[in-house]
């Protein structure tokens, strides 16, 4: 599979980071980058939208549970997250990120969640 593609937005405080493509171990640190650049830039919220990501493996669900545990625990920020598939939904539930995460169907509605 090709390697997976971010775009970012940082937009009234919001760090929005858009995957796209297979989220494997690899992947998913290109996602705690993208984190760890919104919160040089002081960013407490993210959203992260994983519309266009259809696989996100084991080493892309235990990256995203840390990473949300860091963003809600240790720094006291909010995650938002968009375009679960049934599975992925599924996985989350059961690992425990869903704990630490805000579903939302679109992104507008993450946002609103988030302001």
């Known amino acids: 599979m090709p ?12 760090m929005t980071i858009r995957v796209n493509g297979y989220l494997d171990g690899i992947g998913a640190d ?6 760890e ?3 040089a830039l002081g ?3 993210f959203l992260l939208n994983l519309q266009e990501a259809p696989v996100i493996n ?12 860091d963003i809600v625990e240790h720094r006291g920020g909010q995650l938002a997250v968009v375009g679960l ?6 996985v989350f539930r059961n ?11 679109t992104e507008a509605a993450a ?4 302001t």
């Open 30 to 35: 290109e996602v705690a980058k993208a984190v």
């Open 111 to 114: 946002i609103a969640e988030l």
């Open 85 to 90: 598939s049934k599975i992925a939904a599924t």
């Open 3 to 14: 390697p997976v593609q971010l775009t970012t937005q940082l937009d009234q405080g919001i």
């Open 43 to 45: 960013c407490q919220k």
């Open 58 to 69: 084991s080493q892309g669900v235990a990256a995203i549970f840390q990473m949300a545990e």
């Open 37 to 39: 650049h919104g919160c």
């Open 95 to 105: 690992t425990g990120v869903l704990e630490f995460v805000i579903v939302a169907d």
